[in-house]
């Protein structure tokens, strides 16, 4: 299995809701990533987790909550986002300091 | 802070025209990578580069990492529809505290194939 998925594909949600992305792969990669990405630019990076401890944190504000329950999935908890927050959410896994595999993606809009 | 820089932001040829995109950084780096995304989709890994001067290829991409590991080019040689896109280079710090997790992406090329 060579493929990172994420659910779910789509997402719209108010200010005020509770969400969360998911995502898994079953590559024995020990490194997973968040990334967000507007239209037109790069990724972004967010959050990494490294032997599922998190190693980054890229000043990402609390709205955003990362987690990760084990090897090979990797949520992140979405609460009282801004409508500025609707990007595509990625999210990649690589052994360290290898090249990383994105999923497809999460399209979140906020209302 | 590191800053990978590339150009151009855009680049439209005529099928069967070779395409070059570059790529500069602020700070040496440990490794670069290169992506492609094709619209509408996710970055997909197509190479990662090491050594100082290192060249790869692959059938018609080949890729170059520059002897003070601080730039590198991906070139396509005669160009066809499939390589739609944007192609994003990705460069890690040579000496980051972040474990080597920590990849920075250029601003990335959007090529155009006009058949």
């Known amino acids: 299995d060579t493929e990172v998925t994420q659910t779910p594909k789509h997402l719209v949600m108010g200010m005020t809701n509770k969400k969360s992305l998911k995502c898994e792969q079953h590559?024995?990669?020990?490194?997973m990533y968040w990334y967000k990405q507007k239209a037109k630019k790069p990724p972004e990076l967010m959050f990494v987790?490294?032997?599922?401890?998190?190693?980054i944190n890229e000043s990402v504000p609390s709205r955003f909550s990362p987690e990760c329950p084990n090897s090979s999935l990797l949520n992140l908890h979405l609460h009282a986002l801004q409508p500025e927050d609707s990007a595509l959410y990625l999210c990649?896994?690589?052994?360290?300091?290898?090249?990383?595999?994105f999923g497809p993606g999460t399209r979140l809009t906020v209302l | 802070g590191q800053q990978v820089m590339q150009i151009p932001q855009y680049q439209h040829v005529q099928e069967g025209e070779d395409f070059t995109t570059y790529c500069n950084s602020s700070?040496?780096?440990?490794?670069i990578q290169w992506y492609k995304q094709r619209p509408g989709g996710h970055p997909v890994f197509l190479i990662q580069l090491v050594k100082s001067g290192e060249v790869k290829k692959q059938k018609r991409l080949t890729f170059q990492f520059g002897e003070a590991k601080k730039n590198s080019s991906l070139h396509i040689t005669a160009t066809q529809t499939t390589d739609v896109g944007t192609y994003f280079c990705a460069g890690r710090g040579g000496s980051d505290n972040t474990g080597g997790f920590k990849t920075i992406f250029g601003a990335g090329t959007r090529l155009f194939v006009k058949a």
């Open positions: 987790y490294s032997y599922e401890k998190l190693s």
């Open positions: 700070t040496t780096l440990s490794n």
């Open positions: 990649a896994s690589s052994q360290p300091l290898a090249g990383q595999f």
């Open positions: 590559m024995g990669h020990r490194a």
